[in-house]
């Protein structure tokens, strides 16, 4: 499939190691922040939400973490697989259905 | 069930030429939402639809853009007199109502207009 993005800012890891991938937002009033995935020649595909009165949220693999402070949202993948490789994008809801999307980062993970 | 669906997968079109997308969303789901993601870029809301409330069509770039949902299922997105900057990936989304933090995303038309 065709890249959905050349001029993304570029994370490599090895396979195995942790990945961190990093967003700043400018609304501090928006409600929820959420991590989408998207490979290449999809559409993107939610992995994990954070609310705003949250700091830290875990699922499975992957942790949101969420600075109000210094409007900064953080995605942690633990033991990168080589199927964690795609462009990832951050959101934010302000208040209804609303959503907008950060210009998201490519995870490229060396086998 | 299938989850959402798009048509055409591709379009490619003329300057000057109108151009409708569709969009199917997920059985069920009352929200429904279009976005544009052009090479290199991140995703553009575009506007949305949710149930019978009025559809916030902020995010639509100009009046020669618009968008239909029907029988609060299908949906259409209408582009009139396409010009070479409409060409992107029309990306539909789709939502339960009350988790709408969670959107499912079709596969995208690929749009381009020559």
């Given at each position: 499939g065709e890249s959905v993005g050349l001029h993304l800012p570029t994370l490599s890891v090895q396979e195995g190691d942790n990945s961190i991938i990093n967003c700043a937002y400018s609304n501090s009033a928006s409600d929820y922040f959420i991590w989408y995935k998207q490979e290449s020649g999809k559409g993107p595909q939610f992995i994990i939400d954070i609310r705003s009165n949250m700091d830290k949220r875990q699922g499975q693999r992957v942790t949101v973490l969420l600075n109000k402070t210094v409007k900064h949202l953080s995605l942690q993948i633990a033991a990168t697989q080589p199927g964690d490789s795609a462009v990832y994008f951050c959101a934010e809801l302000t208040g209804g259905f609303k959503t907008i999307f950060g210009a998201g980062t490519r995870l490229f993970v060396k086998a | 069930g299938a989850g959402v669906s798009q048509s055409p997968s591709n379009k490619v079109t003329e300057k000057g030429k109108d151009v409708e997308l569709r969009c199917d969303p997920i059985s069920g789901h009352t929200a429904l939402y279009?976005?544009?993601?052009?090479?290199?870029?991140?995703?553009?809301?575009?506007?949305?639809?949710?149930?019978?409330?009025?559809?916030?069509?902020?995010?639509l770039p100009s009046d020669r853009f618009s968008a239909e949902r029907t029988g609060g299922s299908v949906s259409t997105l209408t582009i009139q007199r396409t010009q070479q900057e409409d060409s992107a990936?029309?990306?539909?989304?789709?939502?339960?109502?009350?988790?709408?933090?969670?959107?499912?995303?079709?596969?995208?038309?690929?749009?381009?207009?020559?």
């Open positions: - | 279009w976005y544009r993601q052009s090479l290199g870029q991140g995703l553009e809301f575009l506007i949305y639809f949710q149930g019978n409330s009025a559809p916030d069509k902020s995010g990936v029309y990306l539909c989304a789709s939502s339960l109502e009350f988790t709408y933090n969670e959107q499912f995303f079709g596969p995208g038309t690929r749009l381009t207009v020559l």
